[in-house]
């Protein structure tokens, strides 16, 4: 048996880590690791490979940054003769990102079967390129792997037959789990010269194109966020793209705000496990300080992760300046909720979807064979 595994944007590192980890316990299983090059540098990728212990990619599709056309495009001209020269039984995918929708794609297109990871969540709001790959991504996939309740009711509304389902917890919560402690060694907190004790810190990521793409946007959240350094340091790692929009729009950024270089998966685990206060646009990082059960506050007027604020510690604020600012208060005066760790975020997502693919497609060659008359002899019974 053969399965391709895809992985293209620091995002997708933290979820393919545990299933390359699941998928090496089956001897009978050759597993090929596809890079598509979306992300590249050290910070964005290199960096994510050893701290997660993910072995090398077996083929990497190189495609850098683009427009969303061409790099959708690119990926799935690269991935193509790949698929042709491997021929799997299944390709997965992971999350929402262009690399998720290419591969996707391009193996549906061959009749190839596609099992979607981290399936049916949906912020309803199509003007994010990655509900677009989200749903597209859903439509043409056979194995569909959900995280929360709100996914598998978003694929039956959308008339996704149940058995194509599969509610299996979350692979970047097993991650979390299996590297919380190795991140407990990071000297992070001594190279930035902050402490978590005392008021301690906030922690901030912004990268998302409707809050850091327009200027004017991006000037009323800084001055959220250089208010809220009145009261507590901000330690706010930039993505590169809101780097080059800092720096093009000449944002005021308020002596308390930190900003540093993008950090690796067991610095950032680290810094946000002993933050006083996360402040994200990231939905990553939602469900990360839901099992942290550190205090977030969603910087966008929708999320495709519900249960983080049902069950978890996430708050949805929007971008007024003024909630923004309100909500942190009430934080850092102590009103926090708790909460609690949603059902089968359990650390084990990784093998129940490794578990399930490996039965099915056994079951269907099996079924073969067995059409297949004598190849049934060859297959050894097991008491
Ligand atoms: C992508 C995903 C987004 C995910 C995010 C995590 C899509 C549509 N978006 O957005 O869902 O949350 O990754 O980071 O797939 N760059 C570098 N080094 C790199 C990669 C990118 O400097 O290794 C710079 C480039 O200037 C590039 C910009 O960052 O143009 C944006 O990268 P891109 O992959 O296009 O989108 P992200 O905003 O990272």
């Known amino acids: 048996m053969r399965m391709i595994f895809v992985a293209g944007a620091r995002p997708n590192f933290v979820k393919i880590a545990p299933l390359m980890r699941a998928v090496a316990e089956y001897p009978d299983v050759e597993a090929i690791l596809v890079h598509t090059g979306q992300h590249y540098d050290q910070a964005m990728s290199d960096s994510f490979f050893s701290d997660l212990e993910i072995r090398q990619p077996d083929v990497n599709l190189n495609v850098g940054s683009a427009s969303h056309a061409v790099q959708t495009a ?91 389902i599969f509610p299996v917890g979350n692979v970047m919560v097993d991650s979390l789990l299996r590297f919380l402690e190795k991140a407990s060694n990071s000297d992070i907190l001594t190279r930035l010269k902050i402490s978590s004790s005392g008021v301690g810190y906030a922690l901030v990521t912004l990268h998302r194109p409707v809050n850091v793409d327009d200027p004017v946007g991006l000037r009323r959240l800084f001055g959220a966020i250089n208010v809220i350094a009145g009261s507590i340091p901000v330690i ?123 039965r099915k497609l056994k079951g269907e060659s099996e079924v073969l064979q067995a059409q297949e008359g004598d190849a049934v002899e060859a297959t050894p019974k097991t008491a």
């Open 236 to 358: 706010f790692p930039v993505h590169p793209r809101t780097q080059s929009q800092i720096a093009k729009h000449g944002i005021k950024v308020a002596a308390g705000v930190r900003l540093i270089e993008p950090q690796g998966y067991l610095d950032f685990l680290y810094l946000m496990s002993k933050a006083r206060l996360v402040l994200t646009d990231s939905g990553g990082l939602q469900e990360e300080t839901t099992v942290l059960r550190v205090p977030c506050l969603t910087l966008r007027e929708n999320t495709e992760r519900p249960i983080t604020i049902t069950v978890g510690t996430n708050s949805l604020v929007g971008s007024d300046p003024e909630k923004i600012i309100e909500y942190a208060r009430q934080i850092l005066a102590g009103h926090a909720r708790k909460g609690r760790i949603p059902d089968q975020w359990d650390g084990r997502a990784a093998e129940r979807i490794v578990a399930t693919l490996y």
């Open 74 to 164: 690119e990926v799935m001209k690269r991935f193509e003769p790949v698929l042709e020269k491997y021929l799997p039984d299944v390709v997965v995918v992971v999350g929402d990102v262009n690399s998720t929708i290419a591969c996707a794609l391009t193996a549906a297109k061959l009749g190839i079967r596609v099992a979607h990871v981290e399936a049916g969540l949906r912020s309803f709001d199509a003007a994010m390129p990655e509900e677009i790959n989200r749903v597209l991504t859903d439509r043409i996939s056979d194995f569909l792997f959900t995280t929360e309740i709100s996914g598998e009711e978003n694929l039956r509304k959308e008339g996704v037959a149940a058995e194509k």
